[in-house]
C-alpha cells in the first residue's frame, strides 16, 4: 500500500470545551497519511491519478475555518468522514495535535485511524 504524506498541517479554528476556548481560535497541527496506489500517477507523471496533497490540505483548512467543535475527537471524526468522502479515501491515519492545552506537554491530541487498507501487489 503507497501513502501520501501530509505532515504538520497548521489550521486555526474554535475548539475547546471552556467558555474562553469558545471566543478564540486555536491552532491545531495535523498529520496524515492516506492510502492511495501511486502506480498510475507515477507511470504516466498525472496529478489527476493520484491524491492532491494540495487540495486535500486547502479543504483542510476551509473545513477547520468553517466549523468549531468543543471536542478535537469530534473534529477529528468529522474532518475523517469529510476526507473519506469527498477525495475517495479507501483509508486513513490522522493525528491532530493541540499544543498548549496542557501546561507540562508540547501537545495533546487524538490519532485515528478510519477505513481499510487497501493491499497492493
Known sequence: MDQVLIEALEVDTVIGVYD???????RLSLDLCLATDIRAAA???DLSLTLDYDAISQR???FASEHDFALVETFAERL???LRDE???AWLRLTIRKPGAVPNARAVGV???????????
Not at 20 to 26: H, L, S
Open 20 to 26: 474562553w476556548e469558545r471566543t478564540i481560535t486555536q
Open 43 to 45: 507511470e504516466r507523471d
Open 60 to 62: 483542510i483548512g476551509r
Open 80 to 82: 475523517t468522514a469529510m
Open 87 to 89: 477525495f475517495a479515501i
Open 111 to 121: 490519532m485515528i485511524e478510519r477505513g481499510v487498507r487497501p493491499e497492493t501487489a
